[in-house]
């Protein structure tokens, strides 16, 4: 039996270059050695965004976009939308059953985001109950890997937790899904904090080559470089962070020398970075405009690949209902 890969991506936004160069690189890489289940889990974009839903389907399909041009091959991965597989809210519905909630209201991130995603009513009882529905999206397919980054895995632990939970009170049916440790570069936006889409400062793969290098010319720099003859330090500088993740090895060394020295500039410094990047996505750029010329193939995709992904949750749904007697 080959390995079975789970993973998922929220439609809250467009996809940016942290993202592709933190998940989606990941997600092609594996693809290549492993049997590979994807799905855009819009479920779980509502337990954070209930209030405003008005760009859900666009974000999905956005996404969906991003996803086949940067390289998912939808003949080696089964890649769907959660929504689709109505099993996962079945299941769902029958972990909830067997979930303790301390164990919910322990889950560290629940008080960070409810502390920091201000704005935003997050009393929910499907805020605090997402966890359970990542469960049910491994274990529908009895997943055995989930790449998940450090700061992930007390979720992924949760989701252990009930599966032995499951398991011990009926029938040992489902794996222990394990890590798959993913060391997730450091992609900094342009304001030289971590790239989201809550700062804004981000690069989108759906950029043009003219944005991409507008965003640029404003990113920030070392603070203390403040005239050209100033020496730099690349050891502070977001640039040169952007640099390590985007630029081939003799680009990186020559900024970590030349800034040092001032024979460089940031503005051909940022010219660098740009160029790396403009590299790096115009193959997704060319992809995506092939495939907005072919509008039905995004649809056959999904169509396809939900179908396969329903298969093995209707007969996961089968098994637990028959261990659980009802
Ligand atoms: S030359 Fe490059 S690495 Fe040095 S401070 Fe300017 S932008 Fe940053």
Partial sequence: MPTRVLSGMQPSGVLHLGNLLGALDNFIRLQAEHECFYFIADWHALSTNFEDTSKIRFYVREMLLDWLAAGLDPDRSTLFIQSRVPEHAVLHLLLSMITPVPWLERNPTY??????????????????????????DILLYKGDLVPVGVDQLPHLELTREITRRFNSLYKPIFPEPQALLTEIPKVPGTDGRKMSKSYHNTINLSDSEAQVRAKLKTMVTDPARVRRTDKGNPDVCPVFTLHKSVSPQAVIDRVNRECRTAEIGCIDCKKLASDAIVGRLTPIWENRRKLEQQPDRV????????????????????????????
Avoid: C, H, W
């Fill in 299 to 326: 649809e056959d995709v999904i169509e396809a690949g939900t179908a396969r992904a329903r298969a093995v949750a209707r007969e996961t749904i089968a098994e637990a209902s028959e261990a659980m007697q009802i």
């Fill in 111 to 136: 008080k960070e985001k409810q502390e920091n995603l201000e704005g935003r009513d997050l009393s929910t009882f499907g805020f605090l109950g997402y966890p359970v529905l990542q469960a049910a």
